[in-house]
């Protein structure tokens, strides 16, 4: 699977929704999924993740996994890339884009502190050695904004480094999965 650039404003906003932002991710992490199997996970009725899974297929994020399940009357579903990418910086002159764009990565924004305070929340079930492990913070520095892009490139090759280690990890040999996220960015001072 590859990278899926999305650059059309209607695709952005119909990834832009918390339940379909779920069930990609679900699929890229877990694999192949039916409705009733992604709503038990959701806490959605299977008919709501149909409509939501048809709208991610209709902009070309997911596709039905044919071969799946023994039930032929049973919809089986796969992500079609690895991950997504979009720019902010490509959008800042089309107001369209620029609207859709603010509106994908505020549902990014949302889906990642839920999921780090569901983190929070459960971290007392992960057993002591994995919450140690585990690391947060920030740290606020003055950078130009070349500075800034080296930086990034850095944080992002640390992590692909480490993507490759995890590859070669399989269920079972006292891996888990784990969530790195890196945000850089101009400080708003809110």
Not at 37 to 43: A, H, N, Q, V
Not at 94 to 103: K, N, Y
Not at 114 to 122: G, H, K, L, R, T
Not at 135 to 152: H, I, N, P, W
Request: aromatic share 6%; hydrophobic share 45%.
């Amino acid at each position: 699977m590859t990278n899926a650039r999305i650059d059309d404003p209607a695709h952005m906003r119909a990834l832009a929704h918390p339940t379909r932002l779920r069930i990609l991710g679900l699929l890229r992490v877990d694999g192949p999924k039916t409705a009733a199997m992604l709503g038990e996970l959701i806490d959605e009725a299977p008919g709501t993740i149909s409509y939501h899974a048809g709208r991610l297929a209709s902009v070309g994020l997911i596709e039905s996994a044919e071969g799946q399940g023994t039930d032929r009357r049973e919809r089986w579903w796969r992500a079609v890339h690895e991950s997504s990418s979009w720019s902010l910086e490509d959008a800042l002159d089309d107001p369209e884009r620029a609207l859709a764009v603010s509106a994908l990565d505020r549902a990014v924004a949302r889906t990642y502190a839920a999921n780090y305070e569901a983190y929070v929340d459960q971290a007392s079930t992960f057993g002591r050695e994995w919450v140690a492990a585990g690391t947060s913070g920030d740290r606020v520095m003055r950078l130009t904004a070349d500075e800034l892009a080296a930086l990034g490139a850095e944080l992002w090759q640390v992590v692909e480094k480490w993507r490759a280690v995890g590859a070669e990890h399989a269920a079972g040999d006292g891996s888990e999965q784990v969530v790195v996220l890196q945000q850089a960015y101009r400080w708003p001072r809110i």
